[in-house]
C-alpha cells in the first residue's frame, strides 16, 4: 500500500484546510484550523492523536498528521 505521506494530492487536501494557520503553531491551533474549516471528524480526530508540541511550518505538521493516517487506513479513506 503506498504511503499517504508521500502522495501529493493527500498534502494539497490538508493544505486546503489549515491555509489560515500560522506558524510556528501548537497541537490545539491546528486542531482550530480544521473545525473552523470544516474538515471531517476524522480529519480532526486524526490530528487529535499527533503529539502535543509546536509545530514549524505546515510540512512539519502534515508529516505527523499523514503519519498517523499510514497507520489507521480505516481512517484514512474518510478524511475528506
Do not use: C, Q
Request: hydrophobic share 50%; glycine share 4%; aromatic share 10%.
Amino acid at each position: 500500500m503506498r504511503s499517504l505521506g508521500s502522495d501529493p494530492v493527500f498534502k494539497s487536501r490538508l493544505a486546503d484546510f489549515l491555509y489560515t494557520l500560522k506558524f510556528p503553531a501548537t497541537k490545539a491551533h491546528v486542531e482550530a484550523a480544521l473545525v473552523s474549516g470544516n474538515a471531517s471528524e476524522y480529519l480532526v480526530e486524526a490530528v487529535s492523536l499527533i503529539p502535543d508540541r509546536v509545530y514549524t511550518d505546515f510540512d512539519d505538521v502534515a508529516s505527523e498528521v499523514l503519519g498517523i493516517l499510514d497507520m489507521i487506513p480505516s481512517v484514512a479513506g474518510k478524511v475528506w
